[in-house]
């Protein structure tokens, strides 16, 4: 029996259905593990509808006046570059200040602020806080009106010292170091 | 398969998966940085979370089907790279026309910003990802008649 033969290449099947099947399988298995994983994690990641962050501690280094809450300003504490300063009078002061705080009303006699800016240095963020947030306002709008300093940020405590001393963050009491040398000018 | 192919196979599934399961572990470690870098992208950042959630299992899980699992497996895996690193390079595309310059967020927190070199990576990848799928392809198989 003699049989004709031919060889020929069958054309490569592609197993589209077996790929996505796996593919599918795969997916299932991310999702299923992503979601579970997530409700593993210390802070999972919220999945509401997002909302961009409209305050943060590098926004805050802004060469412009901005008012934070105490907690918010609250993370800026212990940094080399920034700098407390507490407009009210000086016995307010002496009675409770934010820790590190300089008094601002002493070194800023007669409407200067050039002591002040002295004293700032190399320090990018200024701090500002007062009785309320307005007087404290006031102040920070002077001290950027008179400094040239384009790269300094000045911040105003929301609440003013109320608020930072309810929220329980870290305060001192005592007497003002730069305001006895600078008294006589300050507070004739 | 010819041992050579089987050797290149192996070396790129071994490079390809190297770097998604990097990837997708430096994703999923700064998990909220990489939302806000997906966010950055203004592309529905209302689904940013969903995306920060989702793409590092999808980046992990078809690393290992590449490296670990039989050819079929591997094909599925390669073509959902494939899939997200297009995905990846619109949307790098889209914000680089609108001149918005952010982080890639390609490995996560510390990612270069997005410049020629994330496209060129992600193309490079692409190749890679569908040199394995044309390694791995079916064989033509001679049939008598």
Known sequence: MSETQSETHR??????????????????????????????????????KYAAPTECAEASLAPSSS??????????????????????????????????????????SRGDVGQLLGQLG????????????????QVADGILRQTKRRDLGVIVLDGGFAAWRDTGLACSSGACENCESSSGNAHP | MPIRNRALSLVLRLALAGVFLFAGIEKWRGAHEFMEQIANYQWYPEFSPW????????????????????????QA???????????????????????????????????????????LRNGLLIAVASAILWLDR????????
């Not at chain 1, 996505?20 to 210390?42: E, K, M």
């Not at chain 1, 190399?122 to 404290?136: I, M, N």
């Not at chain 2, 793409?55 to 690393?63: D, G, I, K, Q, R």
């Open chain 2, 138 to 145: 079916e064989r033509p198989r001679l049939v008598s008649s």
């Open chain 1, 122 to 137: 190399g320090k990018r963020t200024l701090v500002v806080y007062g009785k309320s947030t307005d007087e404290a306002r």
């Open chain 2, 51 to 74: 995306a920060a959630l989702l793409l590092p299992p999808f980046e992990v899980a078809s690393a290992l089907a590449v490296l670990f699992m039989g050819r079929r497996w591997r």
């Open chain 1, 11 to 48: 054309p490569v099947a592609l197993p589209f259905a077996q790929i996505a099947l796996r593919a599918v399988v795969i997916s299932v298995v991310s999702v299923a593990s992503g979601w579970y994983l997530n409700q593993l994690r210390p802070h999972p990641l919220a999945l509401q």
């Open chain 1, 67 to 108: 008012v934070l809450s105490a907690q918010a300003v609250s993370s800026l504490c212990g940094r080399d570059d920034v700098l407390f300063a507490d407009a009210r009078d000086e016995v307010q002061y002496e009675q409770g200040h934010v820790t590190g705080a300089v008094h601002l009303a002493c070194t800023s």
């Open chain 2, 77 to 119: 895996g390669a073509v959902i790279m494939v899939g997200m690193l297009f995905v990846f390079t619109v949307a790098m595309a889209r914000a680089w026309s609108l001149g918005i310059n952010i982080e890639c967020g390609c490995f996560g927190k510390g990612s270069p910003n997005i410049g020629p070199l994330s496209f």
